[in-house]
């Protein structure tokens, strides 16, 4: 167990140095300036501008300052919002995407379970086909289409929820976590199904229904938690769409997340926050599914973790 | 009780024996591999019907830009934001071609004096949009293809390269998967397309820079099951060299979860071209594919909801029906489910 956490860990880091080198040297080749917003300036004032942001030195310097920097945590100063550091900038930004995603997980996990475990226990009924269908919908229809249609009904046409913004509390996040957890919802309402069908034909279920247990037992008590252990696999793919989704879905939403101030960072050129984003989102995700990973040895032991390939 | 003699006669005492031969007849004729997969995905009506409409998709993206005689790209300003108005179904109340104008009801085509029909009316710039919609499937479903094109064959040459030979050419690849597979593809698709022109190239480099990743750990794990298998030893034993024991042996073998995985991978791509899209990094106008028609609907989503209403059903109708075709082909040809 230790060498293999050891040996993720050595490879975390590999792969986010790999992230930092290559987000960096792909930013220089961008084209665009992040200082092409001050075209008003001469010679002289845009050698102190690129002095300012430490733009005038050799990209190999720029480099190892930029990785000195990172490693104490430093994502370096914006360049559009002029003095503002990317770790400012990001840190109030944090909160929605977090209640976002949160509340998405939450939510989705939840209903999908629920709809899941209706399907495995009344199997090729209506209720089955039905859940099944919202399953397919949920993970077939992109985000941003559905985001849409929501905000146009039940915002602009029936006026019930906030369209937009992040200034009415708890309110305004119903319809963007709904739009974000459609993808959760269906990941854990398809798995579950197939988890409880194969658990409910299992031997201990018969077992349980020979000593006499009620059906709500026997699906709650003895069928669900089995079925629930491999429902943590899929959690790192659902984090991973949480967080594509949370792009399109801030956008839609304006809502003043890192998602939206990733898609601004894009239009504006913004180099140190695009980079900044970028390793935040990789950091998340890569810690997630480590996470993830960890978990399910713990939990289910019969899950050998080995430090070979596998 | 008394038997009756007549009634039994001794014949009917004598053994009757199994032919040999007719024992070990097979009664049904032999189905293949193939022939069992397409018997148990026609019974999938999801699948079946899924089919049929992705095949009218498809069809309707190639006729669908020549049917009414408008082109896509050629701007009428006179006939901007005209909503669809469509010959027949107009006397039902719908697609008739009125629309809002401040608040009241009118029929735009009247006012504005136009006497063409546009099926599902126009944009901001007076271009067809039922044209444009299937101009732009028409890009979506070609970016699709070709990426998992390009998906599927570096991920089987990869996969099957480091499954094949194993040893320290396994070791190196599988390192290098080992960091990629880190990367969240998000990333990698955003950075790249950034760095690059924008245009249909760009964006199917992006899309498969990391998307052959997941078909080459497939495939990988295919070949080590089956490598180590008695009819590859005994077609080794028999002489048979690498490249005969891969075409002949192993690529069978592993065709289908290759394809199951395909079917999965064309509608992941659709939406992260319609993903790019959507934010604005994608196809750039005047070319339209589907998310830049979605993208362009949300905008006037307010106003004029049709803009945005068929490029989404489209979009929708695609991704369902390729993920039910991939359900019902994974049912179809995966043994492990087979009774």
Known sequence: MVKYIGKRLVYMFLTMFLIATATFFLMQTLPGSPIASYSKLNESQRAIVEKKYGIDKP???????????????????????????????????????????????????????????????????????????????????????????????????????????????????????????????????????????????????????????????????????????????????????????????????????????????????????????????????????????????????????????G | MQLDKQQLPPEKFERVAIDNESAERITKPSLSFWQDAWLRLRKNKAAVVSIFVLLLLILMAFIGPHLNGHSGDHQEIRHANLPPKIPGIEKLGIFDGVGNMGGQKVDLYEMKKVDEYYWFGTDGLGRDLFTRLWEGTQISLFIAFV??????????????????????????????????IGIPTLIVVILMILIMDPGIMAIIIAISITGWIGMSRIVRAQILKYKSQEFVLASRTLGAGDGRIITKHLMPNILGIVIINTM??????????????????????????????????????????????????????????????GDGLRDALDPKMKD
């Open chain 2, 147 to 180: 990426a998992s094109i390009i998906d599927l064959v570096i991920g089987v040459a990869y996969g099957g390269i480091s499954g094949y030979f194993g040893g320290r050419t396994d070791d190196i690849m599988q390192r290098i998967v080992e960091i990629l």
């Open chain 1, 59 to 309: 990209k190999p310097v720029q480099y190892a300052i930029y990785m000195k920097n990172l490693a104490k945590g430093d994502l370096g100063t914006s360049f559009v919002f002029k003095g503002k550091s990317v770790n400012d900038l990001l840190s109030t930004r944090l909160k929605p995407s977090m209640v976002l995603g949160a509340q998405a997980m939450v939510f989705g996990t939840l209903i999908g379970i629920l709809l899941g475990m209706l399907a495995a226990l009344r199997q090729n009924t209506f209720w089955d086909y039905g859940s099944t269908f919202l399953a397919i919908l949920g993970s077939s229809i992109p985000s941003f289409v559905f985001a849409s249609l929501l905000q146009y009904w039940v915002a602009s046409q029936w006026h019930l929820l906030p369209v937009g913004l992040w200034n009415d509390g708890w309110k305004s996040s119903i319809l963007p976590s709904i739009a974000l957890a459609m993808g959760p919802l269906a990941m854990a309402a398809r798995f579950i199904r197939t988890e409880m069908i194969e658990v409910l034909s299992s031997d201990y279920i018969t077992l349980a229904k020979a000593k006499g247990a009620n059906g709500f037992e026997i699906a709650f008590k003895h069928a669900f938690r089995n079925a629930l252990i491999p429902l943590i696999t899929v959690l790192g793919p659902v984090t991973a769409g949480l967080v594509t989704g949370s792009l399109v879905i801030e956008q839609i939403f304006a809502i003043p997340g890192i998602g939206e101030q990733f898609v601004s960072s894009i239009m504006t050129n913004d180099h140190a926050t695009i980079m900044g984003t970028t390793l935040l989102f990789s950091v998340f995700l890569i810690v997630v599914i480590f996470i993830v990973d960890i978990l399910y040895g713990i939990i289910d032991p019969r899950i050998r973790l080995s430090g070979g390939k």
């Open chain 2, 264 to 325: 999965f991978t064309i509608p992941g791509a659709i939406f992260f071209e319609a993903f790019l899209s959507f934010i604005g990094i994608g196809l750039q106008p005047p070319a339209a594919s589907l998310g830049t028609l979605i993208n362009d609907g949300y905008k006037v989503m307010e106003f004029q909801p049709y803009v945005l209403l068929f490029p989404s059903i489209v979009i929708s109708v695609l991704m369902i029906a390729f993920n039910l075709i």
